[in-house]
């Protein structure tokens, strides 16, 4: 189930591709050009050159630009999120490269979306704790096999209370305890969501891509983790809410 869930998400993307386009490459590539420009104005370097720490922390007043563009990012992608499940489980076809604003239910899935992420900061401090306790003992190997089994149990959990994302976006409201309760019967193919996730992004990450060409790779996966990543959801609900077969 877990390779049917991901295919039928990369063929929800690439068999309306255009659409996919119209709903997300303006709002995602703006979003992201201007973190992009902040983070050089401020650091001197891009986000991932940051948190990699090559570049020097700036002054608190060049920060302040670019933690703004990072809202402004946030919020852009959760516009396209909206869209793109509505979209999909709506047929809410857009008509401009520009997708429809539905302003309500941007704020209630960005809303929801913060919730998740305090449920996941909360989840990671023990297993900091476990990891931290192995490392204590097994060194650098023990942080090789931990970190990304840490980070398949986040997106796990991720996967398994976000089905509020989609509902919002249709209008629906969803508990987070039904998204828990809903996913029940898909736990394990949703841990394998999770592996094949995580797996990506590391391979992504370890690219040695720099300069024009690595900014150009970073916009455009940028682009594609959203919709996939709103894909694989709308996916899980439309089969776990709405009944939907895999086709």
């Known amino acids: 189930m877990t390779i049917r869930i991901f295919n039928h998400a990369l063929r929800m993307i690439f068999n309306s591709f255009s659409d996919a386009?119209?709903?997300?490459?303006?709002?995602?590539?703006?979003?992201q050009i201007a973190v992009l420009y902040f983070s050089f104005q401020a650091f001197g370097g891009t986000p991932q050159e940051i948190n990699q720490g090559d570049i020097p922390m700036a002054e608190p007043s060049a920060v302040f630009p670019y933690l703004l563009a990072v809202l402004a990012q946030f919020f852009l992608s959760g516009w396209v999120a909206v869209g793109w499940h509505r979209f999909v489980l709506l047929q809410e076809y857009p008509q401009s490269y520009l997708p429809k604003f539905h302003g309500p239910n941007i704020w209630g899935y960005l809303g929801r979306l913060l919730m998740i992420s305090l449920i996941l900061v909360v989840a990671l401090i023990p297993l900091s704790v476990v990891i931290g306790l192995l490392a204590a003992g097994g060194g650098e190997a023990s942080l090789v096999i931990g970190l990304p089994i840490i980070g398949v149990a986040l997106v796990w959990l991720s996967l398994r209370l976000s089905l509020v994302l989609p509902a919002i976006s249709v209008g629906a409201r969803m508990p987070i305890k039904e998204s828990w309760a809903k996913t029940a019967n898909l736990s394990t193919s949703i841990a394998g969501l999770a592996l094949i996730l995580i797996a990506i992004g590391g391979f992504v990450s370890f690219?040695?891509?720099s300069g024009p060409l690595g900014i150009v790779f970073s916009i455009v996966t940028g682009w594609f983790s959203i919709l996939l990543?709103?894909?694989?959801?709308?996916?899980?609900y439309g089969i776990t809410v709405e009944g939907r077969d895999l086709t």
């Open 229 to 236: 990543g709103a894909s694989i959801l709308t996916t899980i």
């Open 21 to 31: 386009l119209k709903v997300s490459l303006v709002l995602s590539v703006i979003g």
């Open 207 to 209: 690219l040695p891509l």
